[in-house]
């Protein structure tokens, strides 16, 4: 059996049910003729403009520059990829100010590691036999809203706060970093937007319906049911299972 007959992939993305359009946005792609999978995940940030805008921007542009301009270095053509990705949504000629959050990882199907990056508070996990990591750290900080320069307050007397991203798609200090990591036969590889992960242990919960059902889409069926009415958020998860 061939080794691109052994792989899986598969990816979900819903809008929150109170808004009325997805921040969020995927793009997964197999590209056989160079025997690579390419997976895209990009948060929009709400109280940017556009969100919408800014994720399905930043993923379409990846894809784009990625297919067109071949490099012998696939570091480099990841790099170039993103920068072209974060250029499209910095200088976008219809809405100023849109930010996303992103994460990428590029597979040369068969081999046993992989490229990715993050930028922003979405997330890539990296599931074996033995254990469950988050290979990414989150670049958010935790800050306290202020009203007439004071800290607000609920009614219960407790500080109100709000996540920020510290790094993002079309902020004009942008960073950009390519790694590279080990996977292995029977693992998995998660992306997910923070919508999705905010959910405790939902993440192990992909892990055991993916290890009882035959195929990806029929598990993440499963969790979705399971949890559809705890999402507080756009939310989006894309599975690489080999």
């Known amino acids: 059996m061939r080794e691109a007959d052994c792989f899986e992939i598969f990816g979900i993305t819903e809008k929150h049910q109170e808004k009325k359009r997805n921040g ?21 940030v709400s109280n940017s403009p556009c969100d919408y805008l800014s994720s399905r921007t930043a993923c379409e542009k990846f894809m784009e520059e990625f297919l067109a301009v071949s490099m012998p270095d696939l570091e480099t053509r990841i790099f170039h990829a993103m920068q072209e990705a974060h250029y499209a949504v ?5 809405h100023h100010g849109m930010l996303c959050a992103f994460s990428a990882v590029v597979w040369r199907i068969g ?23 988050q290979i990414t750290e ?53 992306l997910a937007s923070d919508g999705f992960y905010n959910i405790y242990d939902i993440i192990d919960e ?3 319906k993916v290890s009882q059902n035959k195929t990806l889409p029929t598990a993440l069926a499963k969790v979705w049911a399971n949890n559809m009415d705890g999402f507080e958020d756009d939310n989006s998860i894309i599975v690489l299972r080999w």
Request: net charge negative; charged share 30%.
């Open 24 to 44: 969020d946005h995927i793009l997964y792609q197999v590209i056989e003729a160079e025997n690579l999978v390419v997976a895209l995940l990009a948060d929009g």
């Open 90 to 94: 910095l200088n976008h000629e219809e």
């Open 111 to 133: 081999e046993d590691s992989f490229h990715f990056l993050n930028i922003g508070d979405t997330r890539i996990d990296h599931i074996s036999r033995e254990n469950q990591e």
């Open 138 to 190: 989150d670049e958010a900080d935790t800050v306290f809203l202020r009203r007439e320069g004071r800290i607000a307050f609920d009614s219960l007397g407790q500080p109100l706060t709000r996540r920020v991203i510290t790094n993002a798609v079309g902020s004009i200090n942008c960073r950009i970093a390519v790694q590279k990591r080990s996977w292995h036969k029977g693992e998995l590889l998660i």
């Open 206 to 208: 992909v892990r055991v």
